[in-house]
């Protein structure tokens, strides 16, 4: 990230200048400052390239996209954020290398089913640039981890919670729903005045007469939300009962399909939600699988051909009649297992790492795998049994510890990134000739 110290110091002129190779040639003109972030600037080629990808999401997400002046504000906003979250970052030593970062885009080529070379050429056919995609990934990276330490370390979430928030649940008939909103923010500085409080009820609830007239929540948020899910619309997805900001937990339940909600007052400002589509919730039966395995890993005296072919003659010793437990004893690496005869007890979805779980799905039962290769050695496995299992009381559990600490991590971020907005130093420079 670049710094201008001395520019910034001065903190005058509009341009950023260098001075020509040539001697006494006149400085060329670089590029244009369109906000000052504490030392660092934004520059109007930085903020353009922003605008841009903005543009490409809104058009994939066939979201109308606000007028270009309004679009600009929404989105040097966003970057002032985002180079704050950088600069804290880069003050706690948090930085993402070259390996993780190819490891991560990778995994995202993957997720869509590509090789990297198909997914970057998918990427450029779409008009995104891979090295500035490759940049704003690494970002969100540095981001993500900076708010891992900020905030979701210090989250906790007692027993006693999750016990009263099920007791909660249980008495409510909405308990497993989930609802789809979407929000606006209008925000107050951390420290408000009356007058700021005043300011803002007032453009909330202009917005909500304006919404109450058939304006469209979409647009309305693109223009003049606060709020971090702006540039989406103001989308914030699908939220069980539990997700709910603790703001919206008792207003939700009650509202219909289309309904927007009067101005709601926190720290933050003042929202204003629309629910967008509500669905009941369900049981949740899982298939569980019941298996054993021999582990054994390459060594300084075994390759891991020599290994494969190992396993290849236990297989087939199992297959002709021995007992596949007490070969596991005698031979399986995996001790904890051995002890059992491999026996690997119930096995839930998610539990084992995808290669063994994807070798156990498709073993049938009573059969015998390959070998094959995890992260721990190679194996062999056999499948015992499956089962559906009605894991809806852990499930419940698991998900209500889940749904806390996420509707406190949402609750403390919010705060948390208004909070470094409102103690930095920042200068906007824009004007009607930057360029968007």
Known sequence: MTTYPRLLTHGASLLLLLASTTAGAAPQLLDRIVAVVNNEAITATELKAEIETIKLQLNQQ???????????????????????????????NIVIDEDTLNRAIQGIAEQNNMSLRQFRNVLEGDGYDFNKFRQDIRKEMITSRLRQRQIDSRINVSDAEIDQFLARQKSSDNANDEYHLAHILIAVPE?????????????????????????????????????QQALSGGDLGWRKAGQLPTLFANLVPKMKVGEVSQPIRSPSGY????????????????????????????NALASE????????????????????????????????????????????????????????????????????????????????????????????????????????????????????????????????????
């Open 271 to 298: 929202h204003i939600i629309k629910l967008l589509e509500h669905r009941g919730g369900a049981q949740h039966v899982i298939t569980q699988t019941h298996a054993r395995h021999i582990l054994l890993r390459p």
């Open 305 to 436: 051909e020599d290994v494969r072919a190992k396993l290849l003659e236990l297989k087939d010793r199992a297959e002709r009649g021995d007992d596949f437990g007490q070969l596991a004893q005698a031979h399986s690496e995996d001790k904890a297992s051995a002890i059992n005869g491999g026996d690997l007890g119930w096995a839930s979805p998610g539990v084992m790492v995808p290669q063994f779980e994807q070798v156990m799905a498709e073993t049938p039962i009573n059969a015998i795998s390959e070998p094959f290769q995890t992260q721990f050695g190679w194996h062999i496995l056999q499948v015992l049994e499956r089962r559906d299992y009605d894991n809806t009381e852990e499930f419940k559990r698991n998900n209500a510890r889940r749904q806390l600490i996420e509707r406190k991590v949402a609750e403390e971020q919010e705060i948390w990134l208004r909070r470094l907005r409102d103690e930095a130093y920042v200068e906007i420079r824009l004007d009607n000739d930057t360029p968007s």
């Open 62 to 92: 066939r979201a109308p996209i606000p007028p270009a002046d309004i679009l600009k504000k929404q989105v040097l906003e966003r970057l002032i954020g985002i180079h704050l979250q950088l600069q804290l970052a880069k003050a706690n």
């Open 191 to 227: 420290a408000a005045s009356s007058d700021d409080i005043q300011q803002a009820k007032a453009k909330a609830q202009a917005l909500l007469e304006k919404l109450q007239q058939g304006a469209d929540f979409t647009r309305l948020a693109l223009s003049d939300s606060s709020g």
